[in-house]
């Protein structure tokens, strides 16, 4: 498998535009999670979607945040508009229910530096 | 919500150096997961311990749930290991964990 795959890897966007980032997660994984990373807040957990259904979006900093999981191979975080605070990594990552009998722990993809000007 | 605590923040190491690294949380938990992330940002899983002791190579790791606490343990550190250190905790096994602030392991050749 070709682990947690994540585009852009590198956004550069100005302030007001709206940003799409995308997720493919490990096939059979049926938990994907969006994480956020800063020097200021560290790895702060955004949302989490459990069979395509998002189940806990508490960490959504605003209403200018959305994310959808449309198939079990995809999802997006948009931001819409963006803002210089914004400006962060964003991490995606995917885990299976053990009773599925795959390996336990998260897979996280290589990120989007996103920064916004 | 859950606490979670990593010691010490910073650990500056000469190579061939055993090091331990330790994570409190503040509830009972049900998952606990060591990551390395690299120099060039990667998250690389090391190990899902909820409970008790595994080893993977010269890493191992230590869970004792009932007092809170689990240790990561690297030996005959190597320029590689370089990097931060996170403990993420959660209270089911497939559930959102929440992550420490981390170590940050500096290994010099």
């Given amino acids: 498998d070709a682990g947690v795959i994540q585009s852009p890897r590198h956004e550069v966007t100005e302030m007001g535009q709206e940003v799409t980032l995308r997720c493919k997660p490990i096939s059979g994984h049926d938990y994907l999670f969006w994480y956020r990373q800063t020097m200021m807040r560290g790895l702060e957990l955004l ?20 994310a959808k999981m449309p198939n079990a191979s995809f999802s997006t975080l948009k931001i819409q508009p963006s803002e210089p605070r914004d400006s962060a990594v964003y991490f995606c990552a995917s885990t299976a229910n053990p009773g599925q009998g795959m390996p336990w722990g998260y897979t996280f993809g290589s990120g989007t530096r996103l920064t916004v000007v | 919500g ?13 190579e061939g150096a055993n090091s331990t690294l330790r994570c409190n949380f503040s509830d009972s938990v049900n998952n606990l997961q060591w990551f390395h992330q690299n120099p060039w940002g990667q998250l690389i899983n090391l190990f899902y311990i909820p409970s008790g002791t595994k080893q993977n190579g010269r890493l191992s790791a230590t869970t004792v749930a009932t007092e809170r606490y689990s240790l990561l343990y690297i030996s005959s550190s190597q320029t590689t290991d370089s990097g931060v250190y996170f403990c993420a905790v959660g209270y089911s096994s497939a559930s959102k964990i929440i992550f420490g602030s981390g170590t940050r392991l500096s290994i010099r050749p």
Avoid: A, H
């Avoid at chain 1, 189940?55 to 605003?62: F, H, L, T, V």
């Avoid at chain 2, 859950?2 to 000469?14: K, N, T, Y």
């Fill in chain 2, 2 to 14: 859950i606490q979670v605590e990593q010691s010490p923040p910073d650990l500056i190491l000469q």
């Fill in chain 1, 47 to 66: 949302i989490y979607f459990n069979n395509n259904v998002p189940i806990d979006d508490s960490g959504m900093p605003e209403d200018r945040f959305s």
